[in-house]
């Protein structure tokens, strides 16, 4: 459900070790959808660096959705703002459907600067999908893992 040119970034790089922190948390959750947020330097639209992820809890307590806890967010919205930084990234899982964002993701889709990661636990194998959503509009973005570019 991609429409108009692409808001970017085309691509965004994620350490491995914090690649694996998503899965291990997805893990965790499983039978119900994990999330959480990843804290960056400036906002993905932006260009800006993924620097840490941080679990959350899952209110919904649902394999079907996901909300993140409201203690939670009011917490990190506190250390994000007083560390001068932004929510780059915002984390969940998918327990046994693809790697793509659900009608329910869209429409919960509250911050149209941060790049969404969904972790998707359908197959043996996790896969990680990454994409901005904004104004409704799905844009895949490119997931890289490794090191910076």
Known sequence: ???????????VHLSIAMVEEL?????????NEACGVII????????GAALRFEPTRNRAASPYRYEIH???LLRLTIETDDADH????????HVS????PSPTDIELAFYPDAVFIVVSLAADEPVL???RIVDGAIHRVELLAGAGP
């Open 70 to 72: 409201p203690d939670d």
């Open 97 to 100: 459907s693809p790697a793509y």
């Open 40 to 47: 960056g330097d400036r906002p993905a639209a932006d260009g």
């Open 23 to 31: 899965v291990v948390h997805a893990r965790a959750e499983n039978p």
């Open 86 to 93: 932004v929510f780059w990234g915002i984390v969940h899982s």
């Open 129 to 131: 999908g990454a994409f």
């Open 1 to 11: 459900m991609s429409s108009g040119s692409h808001p970017g970034p085309a691509a």
